[in-house]
């Protein structure tokens, strides 16, 4: 079942230009599915309209089966860690009680709850402490793992782990999985291309308001990933004639201290090509790899 | 059990606002008034006559703190709106279990807390230090009434100031100016008469402030009911007129500063 459908997905803020522009993907039930774009892209406000904060202008959109019209049932079954930082005025031991209270939590259950997150957030130290006295990083630390608090279906994640530091925010992408495993729906957001590829079963990358590609990690990489550099260790430095026959492949070349360095587009297909043409010069090749193109090769590929 | 939606959000908004800030804010200041300004002019003023009746300046200015009270409790409700924008909890509150109306009744109802609380205290008080109050039925009920209403004017005003404010200093700078004018051309502190300077008449009428301070002092100091009725059932049209405004301009708060 999907926990997310949506349909051709329109929001306009100014009857003009659309914030988000007529985009369709779903998300399963269980399933971590990371939105990526440039700022500005619409992957908030796409949040937004999914966690009904805003309406939509047009289109379909089905929350765990519910119309997007049913906010009320649909926001008692999800979970929103907003891009903004919010925060009652108060310490954060105080803020995660209060949440648990307006969650309706259980005193035992928060009690036991708000343990765990307190230590698998590292917050223990600066419990006691006014949530203004923290810094940006430990206020986002509060922000997320108040959320966890509380039952849901689903959760929407905007930038969550803006300001953490990569310990913290390793355990909070582990601690997101573990319970993507137990069968929570997540949609996430980031600028951290690595952090999408840790995290999630599926990816979507938006521009301009519109969904531009989708598929998991290894599909995007595999077919958007533009150049990828084959590195090969020779017994000496390839000579003119070598280089202008590889040159003629339409490839990059960079050659030094015995290593060659090809970089091309589509490198998979004319790999065996090169070995040839290098051998049949009479170099040997010591050591061959190539570098796998990464998210990021594709975001930059995609989106400029 | 499940507490109500606006019950659960009425706690959160106590819990928040029972800071050390907020109770000098709420207590301090009216029992500063109460005893410093009620003694001390109490030997430049020895009584206060008002349908033959003599009172004694303590006495005449206790309803009128007793309205600050209310006037005071209404920023709690405004403020907390202000403060929920700024920080984004108005967002995250309406992306969970709360609709809009639910979160606005949150507010209505800790300023009513607030207002309940602080009346009971400055009471307490000045029986500790006066040693009498004054009740009859009728009177108490008026009394309740008005500070009831009083709280849902104050809280109004402090609402659509909150909404139509972007910036905090702006926010600041209106309530405190508006805290000192209502204050001090209301009926709080004394009374107004026909030597009261016709202008100073005007804008004194125009304030609610003297209503919720007049109606309380002749049914709770003087126990007298005359003009109570006009003059409250004036306090409940502005009630409602700027509740309204309030209520219109809360609809369009769109999520986002």
Same mark, same amino acid.
């Given at each position: 079942m999907d926990a997310i459908s ?21 998300v399963?039930s269980g ?19 999914l966690s009904t ?8 959109v089905k929350i765990l089966g519910l119309d997007i019209?049913n906010s009320m049932d649909i926001r008692k079954r999800i979970g929103v ?22 969650w309706n939590v ?41 959320e966890f608090l509380h039952d849901m279906d689903l959760l929407f ?22 319970r993507?495993?137990?069968g929570l729906t997540v949609l ?117 | ?94 992306v969970g279990p709360f609709?809009? +109306?639910?979160?606005?009744? /949150? ?42 209403? /009083? ?57 609610? +402030? ?48």
């Amino acid at each position: 079942m999907d926990a997310i459908s949506v349909n051709n997905l329109r929001k306009t803020y100014d009857n003009k230009k659309y914030a988000v522009d007529d985009i369709s993907f779903n998300v399963k039930s269980g399933e971590i599915y990371g939105l990526l774009g440039k700022n500005g892209a619409g992957k908030s406000t796409t949040i937004k309209i999914l966690s009904t904060l805003i309406k939509k202008t047009s289109g379909n959109v089905k929350i765990l089966g519910l119309d997007i019209n049913n906010s009320m049932d649909i926001r008692k079954r999800i979970g929103v860690v907003q891009q903004d930082l919010s925060f009652d005025l108060t310490s954060v031991e105080r803020n995660f009680k209060i949440y648990g209270l307006l969650w309706n939590v259980k005193k035992e259950l928060l009690k036991s709850r708000m343990e765990e997150l307190m230590e698998i957030f590292d917050l223990n130290k600066v419990r006691k402490n006014n949530i203004m006295d923290l810094s940006g990083g430990q206020k986002k630390r509060v922000q997320v793992a108040r959320e966890f608090l509380h039952d849901m279906d689903l959760l929407f994640l905007d930038e969550p782990t803006v300001g953490m530091d990569p310990i913290v925010r390793r355990k909070l992408l582990d601690y997101i999985k573990m319970r993507a495993k137990n069968g929570l729906t997540v949609l996430f957001t980031t600028h951290i291309m690595e952090e999408a590829d840790y995290l999630c079963d599926r990816i979507g990358i938006i521009n301009s308001g519109k969904m531009i590609i989708e598929g998991n990690s290894g599909y995007l990489k595999e077919n958007f990933g533009g150049y990828k550099t084959l590195k090969l260790d020779l017994n000496g430095d390839i000579d003119d004639l070598t280089k202008n026959e590889l040159i003629s492949m339409n490839v990059n070349l960079k050659n030094e201290n015995n290593k060659l360095l090809i970089t091309a587009k589509n490198i998979d297909n004319i790999i065996p090509e090169i070995i040839k043409t290098v051998e049949k010069h009479g170099y040997n090749i010591i050591k061959l790899n190539m570098d796998q193109s990464s998210l990021e090769d594709v975001f930059f590929e995609v989106v400029n | 059990m499940k507490l109500p939606d606006s019950l659960r959000l009425t706690i959160r908004n106590f819990k928040v606002n029972s800071d050390p800030g907020t109770i000098m804010f709420m207590l301090g200041l009216p029992t500063l008034y109460l005893l410093v300004l009620g003694f001390m002019y109490q030997s430049l003023i020895p009584a206060v006559t008002f349908n033959n009746i003599n009172v004694s300046y303590t006495d005449f200015l206790m309803p009128g703190i007793m309205a600050m009270e209310v006037m005071t409790a209404g920023t709690v409700g405004g403020s907390m709106l202000w403060s929920d924008r700024r920080f984004f909890m108005f967002e995250q509150l309406l992306v969970g279990p709360f609709n809009r +109306l639910s979160y606005l009744f /949150g507010l209505i109802l800790v300023s009513l807390i607030f207002s309940i609380i602080g009346n009971a205290i400055m009471l307490v008080i000045f029986y500790l230090f006066v040693g009498k109050l004054i009740f009859t039925t009728v009177g108490l009920i008026y009394s309740i009434l008005t500070l009831f209403i /009083g709280t849902i004017i104050f809280t109004s005003i402090y609402l659509i100031i909150s909404i139509k404010t972007k910036k905090m200093q702006t926010y600041n700078t209106i309530t405190i100016v508006l805290f000192f004018v209502v204050d001090f051309t209301s009926s709080a502190f004394y009374p107004i008469t026909d030597k009261t300077p016709y202008g100073l008449r005007l804008i004194s009428y125009a304030n609610p +402030l003297t209503y919720i301070t007049n109606i309380t002092r002749n049914t709770l100091v003087f126990s007298s009911l005359s003009g109570v009725l006009s003059e409250f059932l004036v306090l409940t049209i502005a009630t409602v007129i700027v509740f309204g405004v309030a209520l219109k301009l809360y609809d369009g708060v769109k999520p986002g500063m």
